[in-house]
């Protein structure tokens, strides 16, 4: 295998794009890409799309895009895995590459979720749960969310005021951003008001849906080396899943997926959590980014939720640090490629207003239904 590195990099706004398509979207990002690499062609596509035929009627999107985008005739189709599916489409080029059979990679992720509304939207994002016993009897993404969060208040004795500091980071990061959805600011003591998603999960809790594409260029680390300016290295990929179904697992409030996956990519690129300059992670709901720091053993069980005065952008472990999925928005199927976009801004030290002093090593999850996939990549400035 041989080491990979990221060349080029862009990203769409991040709202509601009524006037383009999921097609124009990603050719968008593509474009950007080749022009921040500056190549005029890629041998591969690997795109993440979660719910383009749900939510679209649109699949083939891989092959859709690539022609849209005068790529030629290129290797490209798509990859599914649920919110995960840009983490899953960014470990498919990082082994394409590594394996010596693709020398230039393009990773897109491309979601267009307002092509559907209200009751049509839920319904199309409810196939990534468990249609024999989840969805059927009514279960939603949110509403899973909120009976681990239910039952984390209840074990551990906390405060729905506790998780506050997680959406007042994102939101503080995401007003610097300007491709970001929302950029308003969450005050101390908004948070536990909002009106309810589905108890205790809240508007200010829970990510926005989204539209929006981001797009990376992977090629080989030692090409990259003798011609870009500023290579940003994949050190480590890992990849875990758990049950589909939450009721199925042993322990709710324990994401084994987070850990492993976690575990494998810090494994691989031989780093420890106190190396980490800064995370990425998939804060669709607040609970998951509790539950996510406490499985990698970034605090102890029933204690995520402490850490929210070491995660601001001049803290201990910033996260979020364009506004998250919580503030940016949430691209679903994009969404691990928009982390993968802000890490490499980070480490180039190219994020203006969002940048954390010294970025050297980022941790970027990217998270399939309630932590059924858990895709997770370290990168590193040379």
Do not use: C
């Amino acid at each position: 295998m041989r080491p990979v590195a990221i060349i080029g990099v862009g990203m769409t706004p991040v709202g509601e794009h009524w006037d383009k398509s999921v097609r124009m979207l990603g050719a968008e990002a593509v474009q950007l890409a080749l022009e921040d690499a500056r190549l005029e062609g890629v041998d591969a596509l690997y795109l993440g799309n979660s719910y383009g035929a749900t939510f679209s009627s649109q699949s083939h999107l891989g092959a859709l895009v690539a022609d849209y985008a005068g790529l030629g005739n290129i290797e490209a189709y798509a990859i599914e895995a649920g919110d995960a599916s840009g983490g899953a489409a960014l470990r498919t080029g990082y082994l394409a590459v590594a394996s010596g059979e693709v020398n230039f990679a393009m990773v897109v992720g491309a979601e267009k979720s307002s092509d559907a509304i209200g009751s049509s939207r839920v319904e199309g994002r409810n196939v990534s749960l468990d249609a024999d016993f989840e969805s059927i009897h009514g279960a939603t993404l949110p509403a899973l969310a909120a009976m681990l969060m239910r039952r984390y208040m209840y074990e551990y004795g906390v405060e729905l005021a506790g998780f506050e500091g997680f959406s007042i980071n994102a939101h503080a990061n995401g007003k610097r951003n300007p491709l970001a959805m929302y950029r308003n600011i969450i005050k101390a003591g908004a948070f536990a008001k909002a009106p309810f998603v589905s108890d205790p999960v809240n508007l200010f809790d829970g990510a926005p849906d989204a539209d929006g594409a981001a797009a990376v260029i992977l090629a080989p680390l030692e090409w990259a080396l003798d011609r870009v300016s500023q290579p940003i290295k994949i050190a480590g990929s890992g990849v875990a899943t758990d049950t589909l179904a939450v009721h199925d697992r042993k322990d709710p409030l324990y994401l084994k997926s987070v850990a492993l996956s976690a575990q494998k990519a810090l494994s691989q690129a031989g780093r420890n959590l106190d190396e980490l300059s800064l995370l990425e992670l998939h804060d669709a709901y607040t609970i998951l980014t509790a539950l996510s720091l406490e499985a990698m053993g970034f605090a102890e069980r029933g204690a995520g939720w402490r850490m929210t005065d070491k995660i601001g952008l001049t803290g201990d472990l910033p996260i979020s640090t364009f506004g998250g999925l919580k503030s940016r928005g949430n691209p679903t199927g994009a969404t691990g490629v928009y982390q993968a976009v802000e890490a490499v801004l980070q480490l180039r030290g190219t994020a203006n207003e969002n940048q954390v002093n010294s970025a050297k090593v980022a941790l970027i999850q990217n998270l399939g239904g309630l932590a059924t996939t858990a895709v997770t990549h370290i990168l590193e400035a040379l």
